[in-house]
């Protein structure tokens, strides 16, 4: 009876877990990600502009060069794709940083896990800005836009990752260094702490792994729960500022709803799925639902491999 207890205990506890593989990509091979980016937003009255939509659609290609001592050498490009006539898009803000960069391409340094430690290339793009910079006329508008990149493109900055692949993050933060155990189907809760408008917010943090062996792959998703109250407090005199101008511009709004827009929110949910095969990021999803005051915004990020 033990022993036949044991077993029975023995093949519950594979059921409820399943190995983690390390993130090992293959060297030299180029992989295809079809990336989509939407922002909607709506400031429920406090602005002529009403609900907005816009969204933009890329290809970025990955290439692993290299490992390293400490991670590997990667190069990430990015081709923005035509959007359907008369379709307010996102293409263009991918293109006018392209050309601000003098480059579709970056070359970087990860860690073990994907995530990026340094641009190899991130002298070049400030220099290319530079130029581009001392050949406009002082009074073109573009001048002063390409003058507030300069500061991001200090070095040790990470921002042009955020532009040319803006996926990668969200891949580095589920791949796995080493191979691992993990839990399936049960949410993992935890506590932690998050920053807003210069403000430290608790967060309550959810997630979970479940696994489709017929498919080849381990999905990780997470929950990122900001506190109301300290995310309210957070942004406090903008919200009250805001709430008072609509107020002023929405005399019938009731005071019922004049409260209900005089609170924050922020959720961020992330969902990767990594490949039982060498670790890495097939798709990855990230939903970011923010409110502050009456205004709110939904961002979505998400990228597929082809």
């Known amino acids: ?103 579709d391409m970056i070359e970087v340094e990860t860690d073990p896990r994907g995530a990026a430690k340094k641009i190899d290339n991130l002298d070049a793009m400030r220099k290319a800005v530079e130029t581009r910079i001392e050949g406009l006329k002082s009074d073109d508008p573009a001048k002063e836009r390409l003058q507030s990149l300069l500061p991001r493109l200090q070095p040790g900055s990470l921002f042009p990752m955020d532009v040319i692949a803006p996926a990668a993050r969200l891949f580095a933060e589920a791949q796995t260094p080493e191979e691992r155990e993990a839990d399936l189907g049960m949410p993992q809760t935890a506590n932690a702490e998050g920053h807003s408008n210069g403000a430290s917010v608790p967060i309550k943090l959810t997630t979970r792994y479940d696994k489709d062996e017929a498919h080849g792959f381990v999905t990780f998703t997470s929950t990122k729960v900001f506190d109301s109250n300290a995310l309210t407090e957070a942004w406090r005199e903008v919200i009250d500022r805001e709430t008072k101008e609509l107020a002023a511009r929405r005399p019938e709004a ?22 039982l095969d060498d670790g890495s990021a097939t798709y990855a999803e990230e939903i970011v639902d923010n409110r502050i005051g009456p205004a709110f915004t939904r961002n979505v990020l998400r990228a597929t491999r082809e």
């Open 254 to 275: 009731s005071a019922e709803t004049l409260a209900e827009y005089s609170r924050a929110s922020l959720t961020i949910t992330t969902t990767v799925r990594l490949s």
């Open 1 to 103: 009876m033990a022993l036949a207890l044991a077993g029975g205990h023995s093949a519950l506890a594979v059921e409820l877990t399943t190995r983690l593989p390390a993130y090992r990509p293959k060297i030299g091979v180029e992989r295809v990600y079809r990336v989509e980016i939407e922002t909607s937003a709506d400031s429920h009255g406090l602005t002529r502009a009403g609900e907005k939509s816009v969204r933009g659609e890329f290809t970025n290609s990955l290439t692993v060069l290299e490992p390293t001592l400490s991670g590997f050498k990667m190069r990430w490009r990015l081709t923005p794709k035509e959007p359907p006539p008369g379709q307010p898009s996102l293409t263009e803000i991918f293109r006018d940083r392209i050309q601000a960069f003098g480059a």
